[in-house]
């Protein structure tokens, strides 16, 4: 079956830098799109960004455009998500997510804190 492991999740403080991890199993991981999305407290979970599966084609929601970089290592069945510059509205949990025949597969979430 499907499954996620997010890793890189922790305290860090404004401005600082994290880098998250996902590693996937249970599919085929290199025909598939990956995203990060995120979900802060109180709030609905929103797509962060997203690389295709072969050419590499990424996307940003326009919040996180120039400070968050996504990438992925199909080799380890890996995608990363390389944060920077972050603020006190980046504080969330963060998942990675793939949609396969029209069904969401999701981690369990790695915990960023954003605080000063």
């Known amino acids: 079956q499907v499954q996620f492991v997010e890793s890189g999740g922790g305290l860090v403080q404004p401005g600082g830098s994290l880098r998250l991890s996902c590693a996937a199993a249970?599919?085929?991981?290199?025909?598939?799109?990956m995203s990060w999305y995120r979900q802060a407290p109180g709030k609905e979970r929103e797509l962060v960004a997203t690389?295709?599966?072969?050419?590499?084609?990424?996307n940003y929601a326009d919040s996180v455009k120039g400070r968050f970089t996504i990438s992925r290592d199909n080799a380890k069945n890996t995608v990363y998500l390389q944060m920077s510059s972050l603020s006190l509205e980046d504080t969330a949990v963060y998942f990675c997510?793939?949609?396969?025949?029209?069904?969401?597969?999701w981690g369990k979430g790695t915990l960023v804190t954003v605080s000063s």
């Open positions: 690389v295709s599966s072969t050419i590499f084609s990424k």
């Open positions: 249970g599919f085929t991981f290199s025909n598939y799109a």
């Open positions: 997510n793939t949609r396969r025949a029209f069904t969401d597969y």
